[in-house]
């Protein structure tokens, strides 16, 4: 649906009513594809008829009953035509329409029982984000096409063929049992994560008419963590959004190349956004569990209280790396622990730790690598082998705004040397 | 009717963008995003992209199994497809003209760099699949 005609209130209700709504409509049919269909064609219904009528006195109400009504009609067209081809019906449930506007089964749980759903890990990370926001998040398909930057029936396929593959599966619409639930739900931690990082890291010229993934990523992680207000983890999540988010608009300079963290123009942070994820990772980081997120929401902290980059906390930082590193075997978290080493202890520690990780198969002549020694080179007082590590680096990387950044970076220092 | 308008380079022709002065490397890239803006303002634009460093660049063929063969770096090609547009205009001059128009995009001291843009009529496809 374009919300053109609906004011931005009316449009953030709908959406915080879509999972409400395919929960209702979920427990009354099973049929996920089917019920996810109806759902977003009320929506669509309502994205046409409020702007017209105004929004009804009980919204969800209005959404729930048009989507049964869709469901129902589905129903007995799917009868006839099973009777049609003389296939036996006795499966087929007898439905009859609600006559008022009737709320069957809202359970504010369902969010998140949806959310395990579309974040299954039957589901592939490209498929479980589409579904979550298409689902979950109230977006139409024409919208996330457009966010990924692929064509509308691209997307529309990729989210069929993910519910085809819940539907295969059997995953039932009901809270996953306690054992297997923290498992899950950091499937679904994953899942929104990447949603952020795909809204934060593709800032360039081609955003003209990007939907706003971050924006969605944390709205939905918020919605989880009203549910889940004890989970740590969860806090730590979106305290990590909210703390990384702050910088946006710091973060890229006119031509849409990276601005690095020492030249951002810290007026420019959004102070509340800080204030919000302070207070939560300072929640976080005092329930006892520790976590990944947590970890990297203090980090973020650490970096955001900092007024001048000059004062940040590298000591501190650097022990977060530490721990970090021993809980999770990831190459990023690697060279950053490397970064922290040279700031505390000079480039040249640092550069000690990248030669380990020329090793890692993971790291082993990618872009991030070779940037992250140049960075050290280059403060290291060599120059020149800066300039060339900079330069392959561009050539490797696959991002435009970095692939500028890093250019600029060795031509910048080449005219000085 | 649809053009596809190919930004080809030669060779070296990565390597000496990479060792430009700064100022320079900022002209070009200013020039291609209002390039972009103002075929998206025209409504003529349908898609663009640039594409990585042709050390990059693999060739693949299916062996005898069907699996993928590849091959790469290839130093012997004379030049290579370093971004491409596809623009939605009236007439072939109007693709001409928008071809000229990036062709003429910055180089080294702010000159006109005069790159070649291959122009190429995109045919009309298939029936869309569904």
Known sequence: MTFTSLDCRAEQLLRDLAPQVLGATLRRFRDFAACEDAVQEALIAAATQWPRDGIPDNPRGWLIHVALRRMTDYVRGEISRRNREQIAVEDVPIVVAPAVYAEPGIDPDDTLVLLFMCCHPALSSASAIALTLRAVGGLTTAEIAKSFLVPEATMAQRISRAKQSIESSQVPFSMPEAVERAERLSSVLHVLYLIFNEGYTSSSGASLHRTDLSNEAIRLTRAVHQLLPADAQVTGLLALMLLTDARRTARTGPLGELIPLDEQDRTLWDRQAIAEGLALVETAMSSGSVGEYQLQAAIAALHDEAPRYEETDWLQILALYCVLQRMADSPIVALNHAIATAMVDGPRAGLAQLEALDQDERLAGTHRLLAVRAHLLERAGEPQAAIALYRAAAAKTTSTPERNYLLMRAARLSEAS | ?130
Not at chain 2, 37 to 63: I, M, N
Not at chain 2, 89 to 100: F, G, K, M, N
């Open chain 2, 1 to 130: 009717m649809k053009y596809m308008l190919m930004m080809n380079c030669p060779r070296d022709g990565y390597d000496q963008f990479t060792s430009w002065p700064k100022k320079d490397i900022e002209a070009h890239i200013a020039f291609m995003i209002s390039f972009s803006k103002k075929l998206h303002g025209t409504g003529e634009w349908v898609d663009g992209q640039g594409l990585d460093a042709p050390t990059q660049a693999k060739v693949v063929r299916a062996g005898k199994d069907g699996k993928p063969i590849t091959d790469g770096v290839f130093p012997e090609f004379k030049e290579y497809l370093a971004g491409y547009w596809i623009v939605e205009v009236d007439s072939p001059q109007r693709a001409y003209e928008i071809a000229a128009e990036a062709s003429a995009a910055p180089g080294p001291g702010g000159a006109p760099f005069n790159m070649a843009i291959e122009v190429r009529q995109v045919m009309s496809g298939p029936p869309e699949t569904k």
